[in-house]
């Protein structure tokens, strides 16, 4: 570390070393900027476990840049902070795409043009439902019919976001096959 307090408060010293391949430079910036970058994350996307996966995605993003560090052009930690808030862009972005997909998937399957055919539907539905088993088809019904968001159900389920991210997923696919069959 350098004697000079303004170029240690920038990180210059742990730029100069990341960008000479040091791999203790890396853990030295963890210890000193993981927790702004996680407190970056956490505050954007209101979800521990997302800014954990952001937190460690930055940090994978630094190794992986770290050739193009200009170590006199500005602090590490706006550097990180700057990656953090694009991430978290990212992932805003994806939860729209998500969100927009999930609903045009329930337009499409929803009801039709008559009351015979809805509940004829609604049927068809409720089988596919039942059988996708649980906790599938409760992940879907709180997601899809009930329109919680994803980190709720898993808090309520005590699942990991992951799983009950892959559940959606691989249900709303399974459903929409079970569908266009049925519509055949």
């Known amino acids: 570390m350098t004697g000079d307090p303004v170029q240690a408060a920038m990180g210059e010293d742990l730029m100069h070393r990341l ?23 956490q ?4 979800e521990h476990h997302e800014a954990e996966d952001i ?3 930055v940090f994978v993003a630094l190794w ?5 560090l200009d170590p006199g052009g500005g602090s590490l930690g706006g550097w990180l902070a700057t990656v953090t808030r694009r991430r978290c862009a990212d992932l805003h972005a994806a939860r729209a795409r998500r969100s927009r997909d999930e609903r045009a998937f329930v337009h499409e399957a929803g009801p039709s043009v008559t009351a015979a055919q809805d509940v004829v539907e609604q049927v068809y539905l409720a089988d596919a439902l039942q059988a996708l088993g649980d906790p599938r088809a409760t992940i879907i019904r709180m997601a ?15 699942l990991p976001l992951g799983t ?21």
């Open 19 to 41: 960008v000479d391949g040091d791999e203790s430079a890396l853990a030295e910036a963890y210890q000193r900027f993981g927790a702004l970058v996680h407190t970056i994350a």
């Open 43 to 46: 505050r954007s996307v209101g």
């Open 55 to 57: 937190t460690q995605q």
């Open 64 to 68: 992986k840049g770290r050739a193009s």
């Open 144 to 158: 899809v019919i009930d329109d919680r968001r994803h980190e709720d159900i898993a808090q309520t389920l005590q």
């Open 164 to 184: 009950v991210k892959s559940h959606v997923r691989r249900g709303l696919t399974h459903l929409r096959k079970h569908l266009e069959e049925v519509n055949r």
